[in-house]
T-cell receptor, first 112, second 113 residues
Framework: TQLLEQSPQFLSIQEGENLTVYCNSSSVFSSLQWYRQEPGEGPVLLVTVVTGGEVKKLKRLTFQFGDARKDSSLHITAAQPGDTGLYLC????????????FGQGTTLQVKP | KAGVTQTPRYLIKTRGQQVTLSCSPI?????VSWYQQTPGQGLQFLFEYFSETQRNKGNFPGRFSGRQFSNSRSEMNVSTLELGDSALYLCASSLLGVQETQYFGPGTRLLVL
């Protein structure tokens, strides 16, 4: 069974601080996705990383895929209150299906 | 173009009842996946439909079922509701499945009393 462990589960920081969220597994994934979910809404895709060692940047967000494609991280620089939300990593399961395996999520609160 | 729509958005049922949730994918998308989200278990995969056929199924009891129509709209049904079925049910659509980006709907919040 493929599992993804996300840490930390909760994070409360002040505006302007930096943070990193980790997503780890003992399994290899063909790709990993990061989503952000706001209350009352479905997850919205932020980025997909496919190649081991890949780094992608989305404004103040930096995503990295581990060399062995078993882990990923999300780093936010100078967090802002608008970054508040639930961050989810998800890996595509084996086989050509629409199945995504999600981590438990990291709830981020950025205080002004 | 319009996003994924789910109806109803909120639902209250009692134990033992059954419920049907609906999902309309983005126009042209043929794959629809369903997920259950709870605070304790997070997001868990229920099943995926592609061209009216169930292509993959998660580890949920047989009380959870689904179907897809020729216009790609999908429904999921939960029979004999239990308190533990209270959750946010999300559907996601994509063009062809896992190789494509999945777009999530806002979800249906189900409360079982």
């Amino acid at each position: 069974t493929q599992l993804l462990e996300q840490s930390p589960q909760f994070l409360s920081i002040q505006e302007g601080e930096n943070l990193t969220v980790y997503c780890n597994s003992s399994s290899v994934f063909s790709s990993l996705q990061w989503y952000r979910q706001e209350p009352g809404e479905g997850p919205v895709l932020l980025v997909t990383v496919v190649t081991g060692g890949e780094v992608k940047k989305l404004k103040r967000l930096t995503f990295q895929f581990g060399d062995a494609r078993k882990d990923s991280s999300l780093h936010i620089t100078a967090a802002q209150p608008g970054d508040t939300g639930l961050y989810l990593c998800a890996g595509k399961g084996s086989g050509n299906t629409g199945k995504l395996i999600f981590g438990q999520g990291t709830t981020l609160q950025v205080k002004p | 173009k319009a996003g994924v729509t789910q109806t109803p958005r909120y639902l209250i049922k009692t134990r033992g009842q059954q419920v049907t949730l609906s999902c309309s994918p983005i126009s042209g998308h043929r794959s629809v996946s369903w997920y259950q989200q709870t605070p304790g278990q997070g997001l868990q995969f229920l099943f995926e439909y592609f061209s009216e056929t169930q292509r993959n199924k998660g580890n949920f009891p047989g009380r959870f079922s689904g179907r897809q129509f020729s216009n790609s709209r999908s429904e999921m049904n939960v029979s004999t509701l239990e308190l533990g079925d209270s959750a946010l049910y999300l559907c996601a659509s994509s063009l062809l499945g896992v190789q494509e980006t999945q777009y999530f709907g806002p979800g249906t919040r189900l409360l079982v009393l």
